[in-house]
């Protein structure tokens, strides 16, 4: 039998052995300080973009937090920051999917109280510089342009931020023909005039009109705008717009680069099909409003001589976009020219599939019926150009949708091992029965199965983005779903290398 003292040492081995491998295996687990499984980083462990990246060495610094407080999150928080240094280079494409070795942020921190101003950090790491294409700093003249909008004036007043991220300072004129309510009032001359004079201080050309006739329903008034546009025409308009309140344009560069490539003196009708094959079957193969029509000075003066002609002719039309649709095709032999980057957005759910698919958008829509602030989204683009959207992975794990979200891919589903080409299909869409289209096979294809979020997927959304000192801030957060779990917030401040103030753009608020 061996000695009571070989026994104790032998037992004592045992449970030292165990009580390692359990360590281990919780240290697996990734738990958080209370003990519970979290789909997002522990404090003091790698952070989104830290595994399998080249790690920079941090050091302690002190950082001014008191904007979270603005926030709706859950105290106590994790947090981490990082500064991107924006260096323009000619030449330089971008690209649908631009990978670096660097971590993206350094361990998350905690802070303890929402009344904490000041947030003492053990690991800030330097800049990170990233390389986009070189982009025009020159404000853009697009006073070739005249857009036309059919709305109330509340309407107008939720969409007059995100018309003046694109249109002000450009020199291209907008139109709007103030309708009333429903069943309410119609605005009176007072409340026109007050409206327009506002968005003129934010250095938008506008002009706010009333409906051309008394009892106009909207969809006349929406066709009527081809009218009023052509009426107001300079000698230098080429192009006309017809658009819905909340129609967005990421890019005014982008959109004269785009009309660049058609001549104004022949009749073009560009716009987009939905992206919902349900309602190309519904609707038809034409220009849908939502993501703007856009129509040459050429077609636009034909549908001005039939204007009376057509009214009388499409009393019965759905919708305004519709009946230019009618008007065209009855009175000339023009056919839509498709431009799939400009989009209707025509489907429903978590549309997170169609912001992180890494394909430039020259119009969004519908932006009212999620959580999708787009002038927020696209304040980092008066620092870094026609980035807006722009993804970049950092080391294996971790993918940066600039101004939309940062998607940590837990260990296991490496975003290494996904197709980046193919847009993970998160969203809702109408099918047709027995047809070979599932749904948006013709506009988001190529497509792969959606993952499921907090587990294949940590996804960190922006909730508010500001201009600060010349830089702009962006916060994401992945909010935690039980009480024990807490908020991660992870914040980035963009800055350019040559210091220059934004030359172009409306620096906006946070929200």
Known sequence: MPPRKSIVAIACFVLLSALILSVRQLGKARPDLLGKLVPST????????????????????????????????????????????????????????????????????????????????????????????????????????????????ERLEDSRHHIARWLAHTGAKLFVIAIKPGEGDAPTSEQIETKQSVMRDQGMDVTLVTPLSKDETFTESYFSLVKVMYTHRANETTWFVVMDDDTFFPSMQSLQAMLKRYDPAEQYWIGAISESWWSVGRYGMMAFGGAGIFLSRALTAVLDKEYETCTKEMHKAAGGDERIMRCINGHTTTKLTNEPALHQMDISGDLSGVYESGRIPLSLHHW????????????????????????????????????????????????????????????????????????????????????????????????????????????????????????????????????????????????
């Open 42 to 153: 522990v404090i003091n462990e790698p952070h989104a973009g830290e595994k399998g990246g080249n790690e920079v060495t941090g050091h302690p610094c002190a950082k001014d937090v008191s904007w979270l407080t603005d926030l709706d999150i859950k105290y106590p928080v994790k947090y981490a920051e990082r500064e991107v240094v924006v260096r323009p280079e000619p030449g330089l494409k971008r690209e649908s999917l631009t990978k670096t070795d660097e971590t993206l942020f350094p361990r998350v921190e905690e802070l303890l109280e929402a009344d904490d101003s000041h947030l003492e950090l053990r690991d800030c790491k330097p800049p990170i510089t990233l390389h986009v294409p070189l982009y025009p700093t020159a404000p853009v003249d697009a006073s070739n342009m005249i857009f036309g909008i059919a709305t109330t004036l």
């Open 368 to 511: 009212r019926g999620g959580d999708y602030p787009v002038d927020l989204m696209n304040l980092v683009s008066d620092i870094c150009g026609d980035c807006f959207l722009q993804r970049w992975q950092f080391g294996k794990d971790t993918v940066l949708t600039n101004g939309f979200s940062i998607a940590d891919y837990p260990e296991g589903e490496s975003a290494d091992g996904l197709d980046f080409c193919k847009a993970e299909m998160t969203w809702d869409s109408r099918t047709i029965e027995e047809s070979v289209n599932p749904g948006t096979a013709h506009s988001m294809s190529p497509s792969r199965p959606r993952l499921e979020l907090d587990k294949q997927k940590i996804q960190y959304r922006l909730v508010e983005s500001a201009t600060v000192e010349g830089s702009v801030r962006q916060t994401y957060i992945h909010r935690g779903k039980e009480d024990e779990e807490r908020d991660t917030v992870l914040v980035l401040y963009w800055k350019r290398e040559d210091q220059q103030a934004p030359a172009n753009k409306n620096s906006t608020h946070s929200i």
